[in-house]
């Protein structure tokens, strides 16, 4: 069979992205213009910004891809895109180019949904993964469990209240002066301390079911910080230690609960904090014990590439799921 090669393209918050990928599992080249460095000194991204970044570097991280692949504009058989969720002006810029970049070139624009996307990650590194599984979603914009029955067939199972996991790292790290992207930030500093020797609360983990709260857990590390520092005995790294530990152990707990009760041989990490050493360690001994097949992406597939978008698309691509070239960006949360 004729290898099928993708061009996929990822704007949807402060990345600027491309990446050629064959077959849906070999990475041609993946190229990635982050802009953290520009929204660092607002203390996170600032969406006007961010599209006039991504209008920018669009066309040259694209080139860049073709040259690093060692492939002219017609050897591609497609164009994807994220148009959904996302900053609305942001995917914006990577929609217009895939539309008109498809058009000019005559092949088939296909339109990825962001989460999905993360969810693919996965198959990019293993094709041994066995369904159904388990799939946690946890990102800046998510945090969702999903049952999935395979690939192509997913189903919400629970989903958090208010803040996903990722904000809460972004907003504790920022109230505690560590900068940004929190995730990161916390996860440095958490290595200097201990965890226990501040309280925070395991929101939601008595409640039977697949729900989660991060708000709550946010204030909670807020006011005991607060409380802390009037008393003058605050060491930031304890408080980094315990935000993590708590964070992660309702995490691991629940996605664990979720596989035992659906019985499923596989789970899955995907998203930005799947990146969180912490929570690749917990996650592999518990799955371990329960005897359940853990899959997360490397380290620089786990946060936003164009790799798992073009990879993605193979799937639309073989079963003939195409955009029509007046598609929209949606920049809602509720598309899983
Ligand atoms: O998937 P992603 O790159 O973008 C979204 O789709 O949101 O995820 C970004 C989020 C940020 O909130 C960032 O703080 C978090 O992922 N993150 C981490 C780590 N690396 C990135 N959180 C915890 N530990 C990390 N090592
Ligand atoms: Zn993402």
């Given at each position: 069979?004729?290898d ?8 949807s918050?402060?990345?600027t ?58 050897d ?54 066995e ?14 469990l ?26 504790v ?56 520092s ?75 590439n164009?790799?798992?978008?073009a ?26």
């Open positions: 069979m004729k099928t090669l993708i061009l996929g393209i990822e704007s918050c402060d990345e992205a491309a990446a050629i990928v064959k077959n849906g599992q070999e990475i041609l080249a993946n190229i990635i213009n982050s802009q953290i460095s520009i929204h660092q000194q607002f203390g996170g991204v600032v969406p006007e910004v961010a599209s006039r970044k991504h209008i920018e570097n669009i066309a040259p991280v694209v080139a860049t891809a073709f040259r690093e692949a060692g492939l002219k504009y017609n591609i058989d497609a164009v994807a895109v994220t148009n959904r969720p996302g900053l609305i002006g942001a995917l914006l810029v990577g929609l217009s180019f895939a539309k008109a970049f498809a058009y000019g070139l005559g092949k088939p624009l296909i339109a990825v949904d962001h989460l999905q996307g993360h969810i693919w990650a996965n198959i990019l590194e293993h094709r041994e993964i369904f159904p599984a388990i799939c946690l979603v946890v990102s800046g914009g998510h945090t969702s999903l049952y999935m029955e395979d690939m192509g067939t997913s189903r919400l199972i629970g989903q958090t209240r208010d803040d996903a996991a990722g904000e809460a790292f972004d907003k790290a920022r109230f505690l002066g560590l900068g940004y992207p929190g995730g990161p930030a916390i996860q440095k500093a958490a290595e200097q301390g201990t965890a226990g020797i501040y309280h925070l609360p395991r929101v939601f983990l008595d409640r039977n079911d697949y729900e989660f709260s991060f708000s709550g857990l946010k204030t909670a590390a807020m006011n005991l910080w607060i409380k802390q009037r008393r003058g005995e605050v060491r930031v790294e304890d408080m980094a230690a315990e935000f993590q530990a708590a964070l992660v152990e309702i995490l691991v707990e629940k996605t664990i609960r979720a596989a035992n009760n659906y019985q499923v041989r596989s789970i899955m990490l995907a998203g930005g904090v799947a990146a969180n050493q912490s929570l690749r360690q917990l996650m592999t001994i518990r799955a371990q014990q329960e005897g359940r097949q853990l899959f997360y992406p490397a380290l620089g597939l786990c946060t936003d164009a790799a798992m978008i990879g993605k698309a193979y799937f639309d691509y073989i079963t003939g799921n195409f955009a029509p070239l007046n598609i929209n960006a949606q920049p809602s949360l509720n598309s899983l």
